[in-house]
């Protein structure tokens, strides 16, 4: 089983629609969760830290369920700039800050 | 704030040849991480420096990778002697502390191996 685990998706949803990702995580010890958006032939950026209680940005709410052990991440009223791929982050069992392979989001007209 | 700079930002070699890679992170970074991401998947963590001591390198093909940091500030990435599977962006980032900060990451260096 991978350390941090996503749906590669992609996602394809309309301009306005709700859509959220989850990924899991198999270190139960994990501290640290991050969102980072990726866009294309460009480096990761932070979109958000991930905190027990959860947070939101404008359109973005990031959660954690240490119960189930994923984080997830809504994006509410999606743009075509959201078009992306969302990567998440999490300590591995060597509490080393470990990527997901990434959910592919396209929002389309 | 300057962030992470990275060079040079496209490199072209053929297998056998060597290769390496520069690093300066944002200022008052003690952590600095190279990450190797493949067309496709997310980024991989090659090796972690805390100032200049190596905090984890078990994902580094020491066969062929070596990196260093040497004053705990720049870093250097050296790849001899490049495979084909080595073709991918390389990823320098630093943070505030180890693990628990975000990574904030250079532009990468897009190495393609013939």
């Known amino acids: 089983r991978k350390e941090v685990e996503q749906d590669p998706g992609p996602f394809n949803v309309p301009e306005g629609a709700t859509v959220a990702f989850n990924c899991t995580y198999s270190?139960?010890?994990?501290?640290?969760f991050f969102w980072y958006r990726q866009d294309c032939r460009k480096e990761p950026k932070l979109l958000m830290s991930?905190?027990?209680s959860g947070n939101e940005d404008g359109r973005f709410t990031a959660q954690l369920n240490r119960a189930s052990q994923y984080i997830s991440l809504l994006i509410r009223d999606s743009k075509l700039s959201d078009s992306a791929t969302y990567l998440c982050?999490?300590?591995?069992?060597?509490?080393?800050?470990?990527f997901g392979g990434g959910t592919r989001l396209m929002v389309k007209p | 704030e300057a962030g992470v700079a990275q060079s040079p930002r496209y490199k072209i070699i053929e297998k056998r040849q060597s290769v390496a890679f520069w690093c300066n992170p944002i200022?008052?970074?003690?952590?600095l991480y190279w990450y190797q991401q493949i067309l496709g998947q997310g980024p991989k963590l090659l090796i972690q420096?805390?100032?200049?001591?190596?905090?984890?390198d078990s994902q580094l093909p020491k066969d062929r990778f070596s990196a260093e940091r040497l004053k705990g500030v720049d870093s250097t990435l050296k790849i001899q002697p490049a495979k084909l599977e080595d073709s991918a962006v390389y990823l320098c980032?630093?943070?505030?502390?180890?693990?628990?900060?975000?990574?904030?990451f250079g532009n990468g260096t897009r190495l393609t191996v013939t």
């Open positions: 980032a630093s943070s505030l502390a180890v693990n628990n900060s975000p990574l904030h």
């Open positions: 270190n139960s010890a994990s501290q640290s």
């Open positions: 991930v905190y027990s």
């Open positions: 982050v999490g300590n591995n069992a060597g509490n080393m800050l470990t």
């Open positions: 200022s008052g970074h003690a952590t």
């Open positions: 420096f805390q100032n200049n001591g190596v905090v984890d």
